[in-house]
């Protein structure tokens, strides 16, 4: 069973740049089965897609961010990360990971993570 | 961007009622439609994929139907641990999206 746990600073100052890792246990990213998502959730914008990674490192990511996200994979952590630059108070939000296969649904996800960007 | 309406954006319903909730798409996306059920505090679970096939474990009351740009879920005969909030999202092309959401309440 795959399993997905977010981790990161809860607490991001403005314009500065907000970092979180995903562990994923229970496959390795470099089989290559999965495609890891990133997604957030606000009150104000409900659920809004960040971006994917596959383990080749190709990587897609939603325009509407304009350019502050970079999503990577450490396969040797099996891990995936998220930094996104030039944080406002607009990007308060809960982050989670997912994952999903080649064409597929978002199938497994984290628990999610809650990032304040405040001074 | 493909956008994603849900309608209602919320309802009130009694145990044992049937609910429907459908999602429109602003564009043909054949059947790649996805349906999850998130709880308050709780990370969304997917209940269907590909417009109408049932995740495994899913509760046989929920259904999915629909294709191109019109999709429906159902819940056949509600049950207390339904109440939450229903998302659709679509997986036809980048960005992926989601609706605005249906928060099923008790009546």
């Known amino acids: 069973q795959l399993q997905l746990q977010e981790s990161g600073p809860g607490l991001v100052k403005p314009s500065e740049t907000l970092s979180l890792t995903c562990t994923v246990s229970?496959?390795?990213?470099?089989?290559?089965?999965?495609?890891w998502d990133w997604i957030r959730q606000s009150p104000g914008k409900g659920l809004e897609w960040i971006g994917s990674v596959y383990y080749s490192g190709s990587t897609f990511d939603n325009p509407s961010l304009k350019s502050r996200v970079t999503i990577s994979v450490d396969m040797s952590q099996n891990q995936l990360s998220l930094k996104l630059s030039s944080v406002t108070a607009a990007d308060t939000a809960v982050y989670y990971c997912?994952?999903?296969?080649?064409?597929?649904?978002?199938?497994?996800w984290g628990q999610g993570t809650q990032v304040t960007v405040s001074s | 961007d493909i956008q994603m309406t849900q309608s209602p954006s919320s309802l009130s319903a009694s145990i044992g009622d049937r609910v429907t909730i459908t999602c429109r798409a602003s564009q043909g996306i054949s059947n790649y439609l996805a349906w999850f059920q998130q709880k308050p505090g709780k990370a969304p679970q997917s209940l269907i994929y590909a417009a109408s096939s049932l995740q495994s474990g899913v509760p046989s009351q929920f259904s999915g139907s629909g294709s191109g740009t019109d999709f429906t879920l159902t819940i056949s005969s509600l049950q207390p641990e339904d109440f939450a909030t229903y998302y659709c999202q679509q997986y036809h092309s980048y960005p992926l999206t989601f609706g605005g959401g249906t928060k099923v309440e008790i009546k």
């Open positions: 997912a994952s999903r296969t080649h064409g597929g649904p978002l199938g497994y």
């Open positions: 229970g496959d390795s990213i470099s089989s290559g089965s999965h495609y």
